[in-house]
C-alpha cells in the first residue's frame, strides 16, 4: 500500500473515530440521567453497556453530520465540551420527571401522615408513596418502549441543539425554568387525589371534635387517615402514572416545548 494512501485511511480512521467520541460524549452524558437506565440502583457497568449501546444505534445516522464539522486540535476541543454540555441539559431535562414523581409521593405522604413510613432505607430518601410511584413509573415506561423513545429523542436533539455548538444560555435557562414550573405542576397534578382526600379527612375530623368533644378523634382518625391513603394509592395508582407517562412521551416528542 502506498504511503499516501495509507496516510488517507488513517485520515478517515481518525475522522471516524472522533465522530463516534462526538456521538458518545453527548449519548453517553444523557444516558446516565436518563430514566431507568441512568438509576443509582442500576449497576455502572449495565449504565456503560447502554450508553455505548445508545450511541452505537445511532452512529450511523449521525456519521454524515459529524463529518461537516470543523477539524483542529482547539475546534475538536471545544465541540467536546459543548457535547457534554448538551447531553447533561438534555439528560437533566429528562431527570426531572422522576422527580415529579419523588414530589408527588412527598406532597401526598406529607397530607396522609405517612411520610416517615420506612425511615431512610431507601437511595434516595423518599417516603414510601414515592417510591411505590417512582418504580411504578419506571417499570411502566419500561415496559412500554422507553428505549425506542430515548433513542429517538436522542436523534431529535441534533436537531435542537446542533452539535459542535455550545446552546445558548439564556435560551437554555428559559427552557430550564419552564421545565422546572412543568414538572411541579405535574407533581401537583398526581397528589392531587392524596390532597383532597386529606382535606375531606381533616374538616370531616374538625366537624366530629366539635359535636363530640369528649370523644378522642386522633385514635379513630390515624387509622382511618392511613388505610384510606393506601386503599386510594391503591385505586389511583393506575390512573397517576399513565398521565406521568403521557407527559413524559409529550416532552421526549416535542422538547421543550409539551406541557404535563
Not at 64 to 70: D, E, I, N
Amino acid at each position: 500500500m502506498s504511503d499516501p494512501a495509507l496516510s488517507l485511511l488513517l485520515d478517515q480512521g481518525r475522522d471516524g473515530l472522533w465522530a463516534a467520541a462526538l456521538v458518545f460524549l453527548r449519548v453517553g452524558t444523557l444516558a446516565t440521567l436518563l430514566p431507568v437506565f441512568g438509576e443509582q440502583l442500576v449497576p455502572m457497568r449495565v449504565r456503560l453497556a447502554a450508553a455505548l449501546g445508545f450511541a452505537a444505534v445511532l452512529l450511523p445516522m449521525l456519521a454524515p453530520l459529524m463529518a461537516t464539522l470543523p477539524a483542529g486540535a482547539g475546534a475538536r476541543l471545544a465541540q467536546g465540551g459543548a457535547e457534554i454540555v448538551a447531553g447533561l441539559a438534555l439528560g437533566l431535562m429528562l431527570r426531572l420527571f422522576v422527580v415529579a414523581l419523588q414530589v408527588a409521593g412527598t406532597m401526598a405522604a406529607q397530607s396522609t401522615s405517612l411520610a416517615q413510613l420506612t425511615g431512610g432505607t431507601a437511595t434516595d430518601p423518599a417516603p414510601a408513596i414515592g417510591q411505590v410511584l417512582i418504580l411504578g413509573g419506571l417499570a411502566l415506561a419500561a415496559l412500554s418502549g422507553l428505549h425506542l423513545r430515548a433513542a429517538e429523542y436522542m436523534l431529535l436533539s441534533y436537531e435542537i441543539l446542533p452539535p459542535g455548538r455550545f446552546p445558548d444560555p439564556a435560551a437554555l435557562a428559559e427552557a430550564g425554568l419552564a421545565q422546572v414550573a412543568r414538572i411541579f405542576g405535574l407533581g401537583f397534578v398526581l397528589a392531587a387525589p392524596f390532597l383532597i382526600a386529606a382535606l375531606v379527612y381533616n374538616l370531616t375530623l374538625g366537624v366530629i371534635n366539635r359535636a363530640m368533644p369528649q370523644l378522642m378523634v386522633a385514635f379513630i382518625g390515624a387509622p382511618a387517615i392511613t388505610g384510606g391513603a393506601l386503599l386510594l394509592l391503591w385505586l389511583s395508582a393506575p390512573l397517576l402514572l399513565p398521565i406521568w407517562r403521557a407527559a413524559l412521551w409529550g416532552f421526549m416528542e416535542a422538547p421543550f416545548g409539551a406541557g404535563p
